[in-house]
């Protein structure tokens, strides 16, 4: 399957650029058959999509207008349910497309396995590529219950491409002693509980290709309740909104936005602030 | 009343014989990875078992009393999620052991593939099993989107074990015309809408063992909003309800009852509904 | 504003036409600012549209399949909110670009107020409209709290327009005793409560031309609980669904399904059944 | 308009008669602490008191209208929570009182225990009282884990007031063994399932007085999912409706609705459907 | 106790004096028909009044009671929906109403546009007004979607009456790039994201009259969910509880809580936060 | 993996050791029939046993697993509804045996009542015993609506019991005017708001025997919002957390987590929270 590149009259708010025009596009991974919480992280993107027009398209915080940049959304890719493996490659294949053309990608979760198909893309290209992981979870695990692919896995199957020290971790606080261990060989640089180290990081990253992926649940549920597995203890809204200014100054070639679960928060609080939050990231890249 | 110190045991309402003594046993199959709409079966089995003590164990309609069975609950079974296989594996596992037993297994899922598991087992022992199916769906595909393990392919799968003839399907009201067309051809018998037949049918069946999946989606949504899929222009409780006590006189080797997603219809009604269906068919099977 | 009709991604399921090759046009009419109990039918066609893929193309009904029809989904159009006038207008210009181009506007609301804009463009072009109307209540008052336009008066102002005898309504269970007395003074056709009747005006109507206006509250809330109103008594899915098919043999010029409110009915049932509906009533009209 | 400065009243729909001009007195009893389920029916009545604005005041059922009745509404009760004794007390003395003003009481629910309050008052005014009980539930155990005052005894604690043979139970489908046979000695008239009967009764029962307690879950819980403990199988609304008419032809001295839980059904309906019931039995006992 | 026999009266907790004691009057505005995103605060004054009882009437906060104040609750104005204008007169005249006798308005929303009608009637009264105005939103806009009044434009519609000067928005965080641009020109006071200088601008303000509106989103969502339009990065209830304490030292001459949608947050405690805020509000300026 | 023949088992995640290996016995007390707001807290339990699989057995706050500790998990105990008086007397029961047995108790409510029976119990052993009670309410009243026994009167009841100063409050931000008065004549030591004084408390107790009682509602609604009667201007997650770590240089005797209402807040934030709270109450007191 190839990426619709001829236009989605329902995008997410202001990113009605042609795909040629465009250096950034927008798609969603309606993906979480692995899942082992509670599911329905499969309606991420389609629910930003649709409840994103609550918002403007002004940042206050950035100055800066969504009107202003070239942006095209994909709309979702047509995954398939149960084994994951067909779903990495079509979002392999996505991933690679865009790259080829010149652009960056911003996937909308569904689960955070989907992180998974991107980076493969993304390593081939650059081979140096390092990823800024803000989380509740380690998601390190060898496997789990027998699979290997899997959300509570994908940073560590991330880690097998990357190799040591190429993985740093922020607001981790949840996950099992074997992970926390794992990590502190020196496997990833994981931070607990909070940001600490990443403005220096930021600085100390120069133009090297960085990948960010955002595991919404690193908010705290009391900001972000519409996730299948809500840990309290999180960040704050302006704690990650810092972060994402903070990307203006590395060099991202990739990026996500994952596990919204839509329904699990009728209030639809969870579901406005992912869309702020795309709106600011998409400010912050393009 | 004095602390129970011997363990915390929750079965379903009345289901507490041990396992030696029972002729039925109840497990739970909690899998929804390949449901394509809605996902949330997962945790109808524990749902239902939470719920059943808001039930009577007493059935005015059968005269009987769940405390004059011996049954036995096994709780849930421990499944994977994402890839099909392994899942059914662990469902085929436990029905072997069932069977060997000489029990009558009830399953409760969970979506309608888990179903597959079963048959695999149950038709090893009787080659010339037949399947009574009540849903509002034909499951007839040949693959969903490629994928021919699904919930959307599950009687498909069945037809592959036991060949044309063997599968009796009621109330179904939604498929793709090619479904309706296959099983038109013979491959099976298939009721659109209703229950017609259903009577006769049994009559003739005498002792060849039948295995009863009952997809609950067959009934109304207004008697049944709990589920991925719901299809207006179902069956009624009553009309189900007759259908149940029929079992009594059939030779039923194995059932389940499926595709009950209890935080879909968060007024409890359709957890309840699923509930009592189970009362009643294990007043009618053991 | 000029009708879009140039393509929109997110269709109902199946209408997938392009605006020339269509003979039946879909729009949404996101207005429900007159609602007097609870609002909310605002998102009732974007609800419907996400939730349409649900669903599959074809129909055991009528042995028909939405892949064989050639039916264009418009999207939304463009609506304010408060002050009814601008929002009428605004459907009755985009209804009649569609009868314009010899295609029938099939319209989803929104609260019933929007049929009037769509009855405004049709008795222009069909002095001898006939309204077949379903619904739980009157909708014939004069006025409601002092304004004309109003989803309770609307029918009275489509009377405006037709004159006596022209509508014809069926399944009225809730009205002021001021409302059923005018109607029963011959300004109306109005049958309590149920159907009868509706068979012999169909056979009756010939080739005149008929407006179809679905107030989806005409069903009992059992079957459809996603509505501002609901009103027990109501009639089921399977008298709806014989109405909707005896369509085929009347001359229906447009059509509209109303006063869904997607929020109102968390299961998501209702939605589910607007969207059967609307595939029903798109197959009889195409 | 000018501003309301004689206080703030809010009555059920239409029942603004002073206390002295009324002939029916209305009064809520929010009280659920004995409910062995899901609790909740102390927010019975204010919710029905809150919606009853959607409704009309007119009937087109008996081509009535409230505005033509005199009813007085009282509001709450003031009832404290855990002990039962009390709280009976506070509602004995408030039935008394109406009673002794010559005005018959129609109470709001709470559960259904409420309704022993009203019992103890009637009968010493009514010795010869007859109770007609629509109900899924047997309600007729001697204690429940201990406790003789529970909504699960109410009924034997009316039958210990009024004795063998004066106690008409239908619509009963949920109960233990123990409770159906002590019913089935003469105790109670009990007809399961449903209404047969009924009519029968009202033609023989001349002027004897009555006391009609309506559980609302005697209705199927596709029409009133909002109650603690919704069971399937049970009569629709046009069947209670029937039932409420013919109270005209009773001697009806008191009565009660009870059992809504508004917040189990989220959608509404339920409350909706008290209301409309409470409107229909103000027509027919005023 | 003994039976209410003089009226049913439901008044927000402790606010019981009789109109002509009070010297603060609440009333409710139930409209939200120029809502553009989620609407329901109609239902707002009315979930208060209701939900206000699970409070204390005491403060720990300002070590003061309800029951020591002299407040009217003058109930719901009845308000028609759809078109703006005949709302906001019978706003203005129940507001010029209370002025005239001499009290302290203070409303509760209903959608934020309900201001105008309170503003129109006492800026006629005390023509140097000055508006306080915490909000997430700036409400500037000239016109939205062709319509000048709307929740969107309110606060500009103050200023066609006020003129230059003598509005001071705080918390503000999404609006339009003009919308901000045009405040920077002067004619708005306009405090980004926080509270800075709100303590300044209380001592300066001396006896200058004051109309203090709170759209209750200026609070984080993480505190206060039930609301349309919900914005992250909002100020906490420590910081809004501040504010209403220093309204002490200020000339309010009326006041409104507004945009609170009930039934947005199911979990009630935005309907609890509300209560708490109103409770505080009356305590301080009465 | 084989089939579970020994019984069906459901404890708090890793809270698996048998009865006699373990120094710390959880149970469940549902009851909350003296509730006077939103009721539902008799789930509170289940709710919490049935999601810690959603949780990690190891803390990386504490650098403690569950799985290294031997706690028992005794389930339900079997509480009627109702008159509080046999509910406490099972409670005692219960608690004693676990003392007399040397274990420590922690319960989980259920309504803040149920704390009384504990109470009872432990003060029986140990005399001296000293209570440090989070919450947002006072619960000092003498009696509620004429009831002693009630949620709103537990820590007078412990004080009728202990005596002046041995009640340690913390995080009080609602109650009468009375019961503030009433504690500050020195009865309990009553902290408002926050939870200052608490370190120092610890530092000073020693060795002296400590209930720890915790009522949930003294976190803040936006981190805790699954509770009858929220209140606003609560604590946070990450203060609760550095008590519970506190308790490791107590000697805590026994302790109680209530008030959680799984029910009221549908997201499951606040029954993952209690779920968090429990873990890390269990690693910090065996």
Redesign the interface.
């Known amino acids: 399957m190839s990426l619709?590149k001829t236009?989605?009259?329902?995008n997410f708010l202001g990113c009605d650029a042609s795909y040629d025009d465009a250096n950034v596009v927008i798609f969603g991974a309606p993906y979480?058959?692995?899942?082992?919480?509670?599911?329905?992280t499969?309606f991420g993107a389609?629910a930003v999509r649709?409840d994103s027009y609550?918002?403007?398209?002004?940042s206050?915080?950035q100055d800066a207008?969504l009107e202003d940049k070239h942006i095209y959304d994909a709309?979702e890719l047509?995954l398939?349910?149960?084994?994951?493996e067909?779903v990495l490659d079509v979002i392999e294949n996505a991933t690679s497309q865009i790259l080829a053309d010149g652009k960056i990608p911003l996937m909308i979760g569904g689960e955070h396995l989907v992180m998974l198909g991107a980076v493969r893309a993304i390593a081939k290209k650059h081979p140096n590529l390092r990823i800024i992981h803000l989380d509740a979870h380690t998601d390190l695990r060898q496997d789990?219950?027998?699979?290997p692919?899997?959300h509570a896995t994908v940073l560590r199957r991330c880690h097998d491409i990357l190799g040591d020290g190429c993985i740093y971790q922020f607001g981790?606080?949840?996950?099992?002693?074997e992970e926390?261990d794992w990590a502190k060989k020196g496997h990833t640089h994981l931070q607990?509980?909070n940001l600490a180290g990443l403005v220096e990081l930021v600085e100390s990253l120069g133009d090297v290709p960085v990948y960010f992926t955002l595991d919404l649940d690193v908010l705290?549920?009391?900001?972000f309740?519409?996730t299948?597995?809500?840990?309290?203890?999180g960040i704050s809204?302006?704690e990650l909104?810092n972060v994402i200014i903070l990307l203006k100054r590395l060099n991202v070639v990739g990026c996500d936005v994952v596990e919204l679960a839509p329904?699990?928060?009728?209030?639809?609080?969870s579901t406005?602030?992912a869309c702020?939050v795309i709106r600011e990231m998409l400010l912050a890249i393009s």
């Open positions: 619709n236009g989605n009259i329902q979480d058959s692995t899942t082992s919480n509670r599911p329905g499969r389609a649709g609550g918002l403007e398209t002004y206050p915080y207008d709309g047509e398939s349910f149960g084994r994951p067909p789990y219950m027998g699979e692919l899997s981790i606080r949840s996950g099992t002693r926390f607990k509980f705290d549920p009391s900001a309740a519409g299948g597995t809500p840990e309290a203890g809204f302006m909104l329904n699990i928060d009728a209030s639809g609080v406005a602030m702020k």
